[in-house]
Each structure stands twice: as C-alpha cells, then as structure tokens.
C-alpha cells in the first residue's frame, strides 16, 4: 500500500525557509515522478511542483517559481521542498502526491499524503 | 493557463438523490480531466479519470462524461459519504490546473 508521510509544517514568520519532507513507501519511489500540491484553508488546490524519477526535470507554478525548490533523494524514499521568501498567501496545508500515468508529462494525481499545514503570520 | 469553472458552488441534496456536476475549461483539454472527491480534514480521492473512467475501488454510482471544454459528473443516488467537496482538474497542458470546487451538502 502506498503510504506518503509529510512533515515540516508549522507556524513560519514571512520571509522564513521551511523545508518541508515528504517519507514514501509502498511502491517504488526512486522510478516515480513526485509532485507537490497545496489547498490553502477554505480554498481549492493548486500544483506547486513536480519532479521526475531522477530529478532532472523540473516544473514549478509561476506563483513559487524562484522561491520554493523540490528535491529528492531516492536512497531515502523521501520527498522535499524548500519553501523560501514565505508569504501570507503560502499559508495552506502542502500535499506530496504520485501520479496516476507516470510517462513524464502532464498528469493527475493518484495517492496523496495526509498533508502538513504551513502557516505564515508574524 | 487552462481555467476551469465548476458549477454550482453549493448542490444542496437529500440521500438518494441524483448530483450533477459541471467543469467547464477554458479551452479544449479534449478528455485529459478528472474529478476528485474530499471530504472535511481529508486530502482528495481521485474518483474519475480521462473523462469517465472510474479509478481503483470507486463505485458504479460515480460517472463522468464529457469532452473538450464541458464535463460532468454525475452520481446517481447519493449515499452519505458522498456529501463532501468535488474537484476537477486537467492535464492536457501545464500548469496542472484544478477547479474551483463544488461542495455537495446534505439538503
């Protein structure tokens, strides 16, 4: 079974740099493309950012590009994202995601983690 | 950026009954969309894919149809998990894109 485990969510001052880290299990990480998404409270989703099996193709949304950087280590299962410049509009909670096709392109979203709530307020 | 647009915002129903509803894009996604379900404190399911295929364990009373700029969902007799927030979302280019929402509530 397919099990994703973020963390490093939690209160941030504007301006601050949370890494948040994503633990998966349950199917083969180090050949699956990953993905960031994120629901502010009360409101939709918006992907945030995706990254291949090996971690040489990446996308991010115009509203975090040049901020946040998704990363990987496949020794580790595990799943990243360095959030900086954080502002209040960041406030949600963060979700790492597979994707159902997988091929390298454009795709949706098949297993999400339970997600961790990123807070930004001074 | 594709735009979608659900609508309504809010279908107020009662168990048993049939829900319908909308995606619109804001231009052709031919059948590159699904439709996830959330419920409260919950991240999404994925419940259709490409259009109108259920995914893994969803069922039959879920189904979707459409293509290019309109879909819909449709479930055809309302069980009480069902009442939640339903969102679509394209992959026919990036950005990944997702709707607004529509929140089915319990009339």
């Known amino acids: 079974e397919v099990h994703l485990v973020e963390s490093g969510g939690g209160l941030v001052q504007p301006g601050g740099s949370p890494r948040l880290s994503c633990a998966a299990s349950g199917f083969a990480f180090s050949t699956s493309a990953m993905t960031w998404v994120r629901q502010a409270p009360g409101k939709g989703l918006e992907w945030i950012s995706y990254i291949s099996s090996s971690g040489g193709i990446l996308y991010y949304a115009d509203s975090v590009k040049g901020r946040f950087t998704i990363s990987r280590d496949n020794a580790k299962d595990s799943l990243y994202l360095q959030m900086n410049s954080l502002r209040d509009e960041d406030t949600a909670v963060y979700y790492c995601?597979?994707?159902?096709?997988?091929?390298?392109?454009?795709?949706?979203?098949?297993?999400w983690g339970q997600g961790t709530l990123v807070t930004v307020s001074s | 950026e594709i735009v979608l647009t659900q609508s309504p915002a809010t279908l107020s129903l009662s168990p048993g009954e049939r829900a319908t509803l909308s995606c619109r894009a804001s231009?052709?996604?031919?059948?590159?969309l699904a439709w996830y379900l959330q419920k409260p404190g919950q991240a999404p399911r994925l419940i259709i894919y490409?259009?109108?295929n259920r995914a893994t364990g969803i069922p039959a009373r879920f189904s979707g149809s459409g293509s290019g700029t309109d879909f819909t969902l449709t479930i055809s007799s309302l069980e009480p998990e069902d009442f939640a927030v339903y969102h679509c979302?394209?992959?026919?280019?990036?950005?990944?894109?997702f709707g607004g929402g529509t929140k089915v509530e319990i009339k």
């Open positions: 490409d259009a109108s």
């Open positions: 995601v597979t994707l159902l096709y997988d091929y390298g392109g454009a795709d949706f979203f098949n297993n």
């Open positions: 231009q052709n996604v031919n059948s590159q």
């Open positions: 979302q394209q992959r026919s280019s990036w950005p990944l894109t």
